[in-house]
C-alpha cells in the first residue's frame, strides 16, 4: 500500500502508526529494504508521506516506523524549525509526490526546546547560527508560558502544535490540500526511551467519512 497514489491521509497514518508498535515492540519487519525495491525506485518514486521532524540522531524516521526505501520524504532540522527551503520541499513532497500526509515529529528532551527555554528564563542565547534555530523555538516557549504550561515534555508538546499551526497559516498549498481533503498534517512526539510516538495534534483527518480537525491533548 505505501507505494499507491491513492492512499488516503488515515491509511497513510495508520501504516506509520503500526510500523512505530512494531518498533517499540522489538518485532519490526524491515519492508521494502531489499535489492528489488532498490532496483523498482531507481526510475520514480512515490512515497506516501512527508515526515518534517527534529534532527536529533535518535529520531531516525525509517527506523522507528519501520519503513524502508521509497516510503518517507524526509526533512529535518533542529528543533523541527522552517524557512522557504523547509516549506518548499515539504510541498514538493505534496504537491509534486502526491504525498497524503505531513508528519511534524519532535521528541522529549529536545535541546532546540531545551536551549530556547533557558534564553527566555536566564538570557542565554546561544552564538552564530544556532541562536537563529533558539529564536524560531522561542515563541512555542512564550506561548506555553502564557498558557501556564510548565512542564517540559508538555512545552515540546506545544511547539509541535505551534509548528503544525504556522505550517499551515504560511503554505497556502498545503492549506488549501487540507481543505480538499486530499492532506492531512499531524504532530507526533516520540518518546526517547521507549520509541512510542504519540499524537499530539491533527489537521484534516477523515473519521466516518467526514473530514474534522482534531487535536489531541
Do not use: K, W
Request: with cysteine.
Amino acid at each position: 500500500m505505501a507505494a499507491d497514489r491513492t492512499i488516503v491521509p488515515r491509511e497513510a497514518l495508520d501504516l506509520l502508526m503500526a510500523g512505530n508498535q512494531r518498533f517499540v515492540a522489538g518485532i519490526p519487519d524491515h519492508p521494502n529494504q531489499d535489492a528489488e525495491r532498490r532496483a523498482s525506485l531507481a526510475p520514480v518514486q512515490h512515497p506516501f508521506a512527508v515526515l518534517f521532524g527534529c534532527s536529533d540522531s535518535r529520531l531516525a524516521a525509517e527506523i522507528i516506523f519501520d519503513r524502508g526505501l521509497g516510503d518517507l520524504f524526509v526533512v529535518r532540522t533542529a528543533g523541527h524549525v522552517f524557512g522557504p527551503e523547509v516549506l518548499g520541499s515539504i510541498e514538493y513532497g505534496v504537491s509534486m509526490l502526491d504525498c497524503r500526509l505531513v508528519v511534524i515529529l519532535g521528541h522529549d528532551s529536545c535541546g532546540a526546546v531545551a536551549a530556547a527555554r533557558a534564553a527566555v528564563a536566564e538570557g542565554l542565547a546561544p552564538s552564530g547560527y544556532v541562536r537563529d534555530v533558539v529564536e524560531r523555538v522561542t515563541p512555542s516557549v512564550l506561548a506555553a508560558r502564557a498558557a501556564g504550561i510548565e512542564h517540559p515534555d508538555d512545552i515540546v508538546d506545544e511547539h509541535i502544535r505551534n509548528t503544525v499551526d504556522l505550517l499551515l497559516d504560511r503554505s497556502r498549498v498545503l492549506s488549501e490540500a487540507v481543505d480538499e481533503g486530499r492532506l492531512a498534517v499531524v504532530g507526533l512526539s516520540y518518546r526517547l526511551a521507549d520509541g512510542s510516538a504519540r499524537m499530539v495534534a491533527g489537521r484534516g483527518l477523515a473519521e466516518d467519512g467526514a473530514r474534522q480537525d482534531a487535536e489531541v491533548a
